[in-house]
C-alpha cells in the first residue's frame, strides 16, 4: 500500500469507492499521469464529467482569468458569468427552455427540478422508470432504481414515487417494438391502480439510461410520455445529467427524438470538472416558481459559469468528430460482437456506449466477471475503463470529445485483446 493510499485511508470515508489505486498528479486531455510517469488513457472521463478531456486549455484559462476577479457570490450580487452562462444554455438547449436555475451536483439539479414541478402543479406525484439513476441524496435517491444498494439502509424514502418500467429489450429477449408495449400496458397500470395522473406532477425519465446500464429510450415511448404528459398537464422532466454537453455527440440526448422536455436538468459535462450543475424550463414555469422557494449558496459559483461558457464555446466544433467517432466506435463494436460470444449487446447513443457482457449469450446471463477481467487487462495496458449496469457487466464506453480515431481504435483494440484472452 502507498503512503498516499495508507493516509487516504485514514482521513477519507470509505463509503466512497474508487475504481482505481491510481495516484494522479497531473492530467492533460485523454491521458492522466502518476508521480512515477506512468500514464493511462482516462476513458472514464471521470463517470462522464471531462468531455473535453482534462484541463482543456480554453476552460482552464477561462477559471483563472474568473479566479482573478471574483470567486463567489451566494446570491448576494450579481455578476456576468452567471448571465453568460445561462445565455449560452438558453442557445443550445430545447426550444421550449428558456430559462435556468444553477446547482452544484447533478441530485441537486434533478431535485430543483421536481420541486419546481411540484410548486407549479400544485401535485406531488413523481413517476420515475426502473434502472434509472438520479442522484443518491435522501431526495433524489427515492427516485434512483439502477440498483438496489443505493437505496438499501434509506427506508423509508420520500412518498408518492412511483416505478414503472423502461424498456430493455436485449435483457428480457424483446424487439424494441415489444418492450414499448409492455412499458406502456404496465404504465397504464399504475395509472389505474397505484396513481391518478391528476396526482402527477412529474414524469421523471432519462433519455438514455446511464448507470441502469446504458438504454436509450426508444423513439415511441418518450412521444408515448411526451403524450401522456400533455393530456394529463403533468410536467416532463428530461434528466440529461449524464446524457448532455456532446456525450450522445449532440448537445443533449433530446437533440435525437422528436420530443422536448418541459423541465431538463443538466450537470456532470457542463464544467468539464469544476463543481457545475443546472436546470432549466419555460420562462412561464419558471416564473411561477415564487422567489425564496429554492436556494443555493455554492450553486452558479462564478468560476463554474465562467469554465461552463467557454466549455460551449469550445465544444461546438467538436460534435462533428463526436459523430464521426460515434460512427466509427459503433462499426468497430459490431465486429467485435460478431467474434466474442461474451458480448451480448452493443447500445448507445453517440460517444454513450454500453457493451454488455454475458456468460451464456442464448440465456443472456450478466457476466461481472468478464468486465472485471476486461478492466484489469486494460488497466494494465494504460487504459482505465468503468462498469454500468445493475449486475457490473457492462463496459460503459465514454471517450471523451477530443479523442482521435487513431486512439478509439488502440482502445476498442484493447478491449478486443482482453475479451479473447478472457475467452480462451
Known sequence: MSDLVERHSQVVAPVIAFDTAIEV???????????????????ACGTAVTNLGHNHPAVVEAARRQLDRVVHSGCIFRYDTLVEAAERLRDITPPTIEKFGFANSGAEAVEAAVKLAKKVTGRQGVLVFRGGFHGRTMGSVAYTTSNALYRDGYHPLLPSVFVAPFPHPYRWGMSEEEAVSFCLDELDRILRHEVTPSNLAAVLVEPVQGEGGYYPAPQSFLAALRELCDRHGILLVFDEVQTGFGRTAEWFAADHYPVDPDVVAMGKGIANGLPLSAYGASAELIDAWPKGSHGTTFGGNPVSCAAAVAVIEAMEPLLPHARDLSKLAFHRFADLAASHPTIGDVRGLGLMIGVELVSDPEARTPDPEAFRFVHRWCLEREMIVIDCGPDGNVIRFIPPL????E????????????????ES
Open 25 to 43: 498528479i497531473e492530467a492533460r486531455g485523454l491521458w492522466v499521469y502518476d508521480r512515477q510517469g506512468n500514464r493511462w488513457a482516462d476513458f
Open 402 to 405: 477530443v479523442t482521435t480515431s
Open 407 to 422: 486512439e478509439l481504435e488502440w482502445a476498442i483494440g484493447l478491449i478486443d485483446e482482453a475479451l479473447t484472452a478472457y
